[in-house]
T-cell receptor
Framework: DVKVTQSSRYLVKRTGEKVFLECVQD?????MFWYRQDPGLGLRLIYF???????EKGDIPEGYSVSREKKERFSLILESASTNQTSMYLC???????????FGPGTRLTVT | QKEVEQNSGPLSVPEGAIASLNCTYS??????FFWYRQYSGKSPELIMS????GDKEDGRFTAQLNKASQYVSLLIRDSQPSDSATYLC?????????FGTGTRLQVFP
């Protein structure tokens, strides 16, 4: 079974803090993705990566950056957290871009 | 703007009935389609993928794809209260999955 894990289930941070969200997958997948999910807006793609040290902007990259130093690990960084980044953050991985994606449990981030 | 459209619901069905969930997509070049189930407060869980026109069955679930009409549907037979969740449709387009906003299904005893 594919397993995608995320570093925290719940996180509370203050405005202006730098926030790191970690995601690890154990299936040797090439592709990894970061989404945020908000009520009424669905899943929105922040960044994705098709290979180590490679990253591509998704639909809403502003205010975020990512790092992929190892194949199994994909990190999302909020450079200076703001209240409008309060959301559920979901990491996913897939074998190839057209294949099904498997999601981690999510991190519910609250920025106060 | 490439889009995947779903009725937000809720779709309410009695236990034991067939639940029918529908999804339309805007771009004819879409090749792969996926259905996910998401319980409240949890992450999406893959139910089925479908790539070719026609039906694909897996247990109580049947996915149907009609590329000419650009719609995908998911049928859940013998619906159970444990099927109550939001169902997300997604299609692969160009280089990423495009998700619908989901249909909430309620199965009442």
């Amino acid at each position: 079974d594919v397993k995608v894990t995320q570093s925290s289930r719940y996180l509370v941070k203050r405005t202006g803090e730098k926030v790191f969200l970690e995601c690890v997958q154990d299936m040797d997948h090439e592709n990894m993705f970061w989404y945020r999910q908000d009520p009424g807006l669905g899943l929105r793609l922040i960044y994705f990566s098709y290979d180590v040290k490679m990253k591509e902007k998704g639909d809403i990259p502003e205010g975020y950056s990512v790092s992929r130093e190892k194949k199994e690990r994909f990190s999302l960084i909020l450079e200076s957290a703001s209240t409008n980044q309060t959301s559920m953050y979901l990491c996913a991985s897939s074998l190839s871009p057209a294949n099904e994606q498997y999601f981690g449990p999510g991190t519910r981030l609250t920025v106060t | 703007q490439k889009e995947v459209e779903q009725n937000s619901g809720p779709l309410s069905v009695p236990e034991g009935a067939i639940a029918s969930l529908n999804c339309t997509y805007s771009d004819r070049v879409s090749q792969s389609f996926f259905w996910y189930r998401q319980y409240s407060g949890k992450s999406p869980e893959l139910i089925m993928s479908i790539y070719s026109n026609g039906d694909k069955e897996d247990g109580r679930f049947t996915a149907q794809l009609n590329k000419a009409s650009q719609y995908v549907s998911l049928l859940i037979r013998d619906s159970q209260p444990s099927d109550s969740a939001t169902y997300l449709c997604a299609d692969f387009n160009t280089d990423k999955l495009i998700f619908g906003t989901g249909t909430r299904l309620q199965v009442f005893p």
